[in-house]
């Protein structure tokens, strides 16, 4: 194809986009930092909110078709994302570099997972209970990725994903989990 003809079929699929999205009603974009907890429109569940890749070859989309060119492929089953929209069974999701596009639900798992924070300068410390002056167990590099266990609003149980260790790390350093949220 040209570029002519390329421009031409980004042009239509942004009409397709921007009509579907005026029937659909606004598309909402939460920032990660401050989630207000709506309801998303198709699930109920809260959005924003954390889940992980399901699949090993995941494609993001511009929007929430398969007719929508693919803006990234992503191959790291486990890799945390945000939900932040809802559109049928297409989900509106940012990375931790904070790239969005839209992936199908199917590729989408509820099972929590994080990152050392990606904006950190140092290592982050993996320690034996939820204390500054735990035993050190060891030290995480930014974008180790983690299953998460639990949160109490500050620390994490973790364990690092295809490794046996485990432990606890301060919430704040990781990408996965909001700030002062709790779960088990």
């Known amino acids: 194809m040209t570029y002519f003809h390329n421009l031409c079929a980004c042009l239509c699929l942004a009409l ?3 009509t579907t999205a005026a029937i659909a009603g606004p598309i909402r974009i939460q920032p990660a930092t401050a989630p207000s907890w709506n309801k998303g429109r198709e699930t109920g569940l809260p959005i ?25 492929i992503y191959m790291k089953p486990g890799l945390p994302l945000e939900i932040i929209d809802e559109y049928g069974h ?34 982050a ?44 790390i301060r919430q704040n350093m990781l990408w996965g989990a909001y700030p002062g949220e709790m779960f088990r």
């Open 125 to 168: 410390m993996l320690r034996g209970s939820p204390e500054t002056t735990a035993t050190l167990i060891a030290e995480l590099q930014p974008g180790v990725l983690l299953s998460l266990r639990s949160c109490t609003g500050t620390w994490c149980s973790v364990s690092v994903q295809k490794h046996s260790a485990s432990g606890y």
């Open 48 to 72: 924003p909110r954390f889940v992980s890749l399901k699949a090993y070859k995941a494609r993001m989309r511009v929007g929430p078709s398969t007719i929508y060119p693919t803006k990234w």
């Open 90 to 123: 297409w989900r509106q999701v940012r990375d931790d570099a904070g790239t969005t596009g839209w992936m199908h639900s199917a590729l989408l798992s509820g099972l929590r997972t994080a990152v050392v924070g990606p904006w950190l300068k140092a290592n």
């Open 16 to 18: 397709i986009f921007l």
